[in-house]
């Protein structure tokens, strides 16, 4: 049963485009997540948001921006793409910005950069 | 700064077998401990956690906890070939830290 909801699935893209992944959680969690897993499946946070207030950001080139519109949708953007933005990146959720809460996965969006 | 790893990065274990697959961590304010696994193409899913020293079972799962040993197991018994994933065991003291990974495969 899905309930965090990433797209698109895959992206192809050339050097320097602009690029945006979308995220939306039907939990009615308070706090959204992205990370970035590498070609190793190492998991790096880059941000976490708790009702649409930025409360991490993990150190990521600036080219990096995230958005939230309301506390179930977190997007990233990536201006400028570069080689090395090639990977999975996964949105996820938790009930709060609490230590005891589990995280809840979307599927993932790859993203391949020519 | 939080270091979480992870061992064997592989295991290979015949269906019906036991997998064990340990993590430790760097941080003594570390209270709260999950296993997270992800099959490919899909993302991370929390199998179970745990926040107490000792054991906690949940099926053919056992994690254990031992936090004075900055260290947290998981054991699956009776493994599946539908086990075959990528685990990843997370600490959280401020934040959530993932471990690096251990890649089991269960041959049938």
């Known amino acids: 049963e899905t309930a965090v909801f990433q797209t698109p699935n895959y992206h192809v893209t050339q050097v320097g485009n602009e690029v945006s992944f979308n995220c939306k959680q039907t939990?009615?969690?308070?706090?959204m997540y992205w990370y970035k897993q590498d070609s190793k499946k190492l998991l790096k946070i880059m941000f976490s948001?708790?009702?649409?207030?930025?409360?991490v950001n993990e150190t990521v080139p600036r080219r990096f921006s995230p958005q939230s519109s309301d506390k179930a949708h977190l997007n990233l953007r990536i201006k400028s793409v570069e080689p090395e933005d090639s990977a999975v990146y996964l949105c996820?959720?938790?009930?709060?910005?609490?230590?005891?809460?589990?995280?809840?996965f979307g599927p993932g969006t790859r993203l391949l950069v020519l | 700064q939080q270091k979480v790893q992870q061992s064997p990065e592989s295991l290979i274990v015949p269906e019906g077998g036991m997998a064990s697959l340990n993590c430790t961590f760097s941080d003594r304010n570390s209270q709260y401990f999950w296993w997270y696994r992800q099959h490919s193409g899909e993302g991370p899913k929390a199998l179970m956690?745990?926040?107490?020293?000792g054991d906690k079972k949940e099926g053919r799962f056992t994690a254990h906890l031992n936090k004075a040993s900055l260290y947290v197991s998981l054991h699956i018994k009776d493994s599946q070939p539908s086990d075959s994933a990528l685990y990843f065991c997370?600490?959280?003291?401020?934040?959530?830290?993932f471990g690096t990974g251990t890649r089991l495969q269960v041959s049938p």
């Open positions: 948001y708790n009702n649409k207030q930025l409360i």
């Open positions: 939990l009615g969690h308070d706090t």
């Open positions: 956690s745990i926040f107490s020293n």
């Open positions: 996820a959720s938790s009930r709060d910005w609490g230590s005891q809460d589990t995280q809840y």
């Open positions: 997370a600490a959280n003291t401020d934040k959530v830290v």
